[in-house]
T-cell receptor, first 112, second 112 residues
Framework: EAQVTQNPRYLITVTGKKLTVTCSQNMNHEYMSWYRQDPGLGLRQIYYSMNVEVTDKGDVPEGYKVSRKEKRNFPLILESPSPNQTSLYFC???????????FGAGTRLSVL | GENVEQHPSTLSVQEGDSAVIKCTYSDSASNYFPWYKQELGKGPQLIIDIRSNVGEKKDQRIAVTLNKTAKHFSLHITETQPEDSAVYFCAASRGGSYIPTFGRGTSLIVHP
C-alpha cells in the first residue's frame, strides 16, 4: 500500500529537549516536505526536499532542521523546541513539483 | 509571494444539497490548483486537481472550476452526504515552485 508514515503520532516534550519526528514514504517520490497546521492558519510549509541531499526552506523554517540522506526518509529535527512550536505536523511526498502530494497521518506535538 | 484566500470558513448544508467552496489567488503565474479533504484525525487527501490549461474538471459528485482571468477557482460537491463532512483545503502553486500556498480551510458539515 502506498503511504507516508510519520512517527510518533503524539509527542509531549519540554522546552529545549531535542527531538526528531521521522517520515518515510514507499512510493519512490522525489519530493518530500514538512508542514505545520495551526488553527485558522491552514498548512504552512517548513522545509522541502527535491531529492537526496537537496533541501530548502519553506515559509516557516525558523527553529527546524531537516536532512535527506535516503530517498524514502525525511526526518524533522527540533534542536531546542519552544512552546510556539506546539502544533500539528504533517509530512508529505509527491512524484515531482507541481503534482499531487500524499500526506502522512500527522504528529501532534506539545512543547511545555 | 502567492496569497490564497478561501471562503467560507464554515459551511453547513443538509444532506442532498450542493456545497460550493471558493478560493482566490494572487499570483497569475500559478498553474496547479489541488483540493484536499482532511477528515478528523487524518492527514489531507487529494480529492481533485486542475491545471491552468483546463477550465473545469469533474469526478462523480465533485467538480472544480477555474477562472484564470479573475484568478479564482471553486470546488463543487453535489448531492452531499454525511461522509462529506470534513475540512477542505485549496492550494495554488506555480510550475517552477516547490512551495504550494494553501488556503486556511473550510469546515463542511453535512446534516443528515
Amino acid at each position: 500500500e502506498a503511504q507516508v508514515t510519520q512517527n510518533p503520532r503524539y509527542l509531549i516534550t519540554v522546552t529545549g529537549k531535542k527531538l526528531t519526528v521521522t517520515c518515510s514514504q514507499n512510493m519512490n517520490h522525489e519530493y518530500m516536505s514538512w508542514y505545520r497546521q495551526d488553527p485558522g492558519l491552514g498548512l504552512r510549509q517548513i522545509y522541502y526536499s527535491m531529492n537526496v541531499e537537496v533541501t530548502d526552506k519553506g515559509d516557516v523554517p525558523e527553529g527546524y532542521k531537516v536532512s535527506r540522506k535516503e530517498k524514502r526518509n525525511f526526518p524533522l529535527i527540533l534542536e531546542s523546541p519552544s512552546p510556539n512550536q506546539t502544533s500539528l505536523y504533517f509530512c508529505a511526498s509527491s512524484l515531482n513539483r507541481g503534482s499531487a502530494q500524499y500526506f502522512g497521518a500527522g504528529t501532534r506535538l506539545s512543547v511545555l | 509571494g502567492e496569497n490564497v484566500e478561501q471562503h467560507p470558513s464554515t459551511l453547513s448544508v443538509q444532506e442532498g444539497d450542493s456545497a460550493v467552496i471558493k478560493c482566490t489567488y494572487s499570483d497569475s503565474a500559478s498553474n496547479y490548483f489541488p483540493w484536499y479533504k482532511q477528515e478528523l484525525g487524518k492527514g489531507p487527501q487529494l480529492i481533485i486537481d486542475i491545471r491552468s490549461n483546463v477550465g473545469e474538471k469533474k469526478d462523480q459528485r465533485i467538480a472544480v472550476t477555474l477562472n484564470k482571468t479573475a484568478k479564482h477557482f471553486s470546488l463543487h460537491i453535489t448531492e452531499t452526504q454525511p461522509e462529506d463532512s470534513a475540512v477542505y483545503f485549496c492550494a495554488a502553486s506555480r510550475g517552477g515552485s516547490y512551495i504550494p500556498t494553501f488556503g486556511r480551510g473550510t469546515s463542511l458539515i453535512v446534516h443528515p
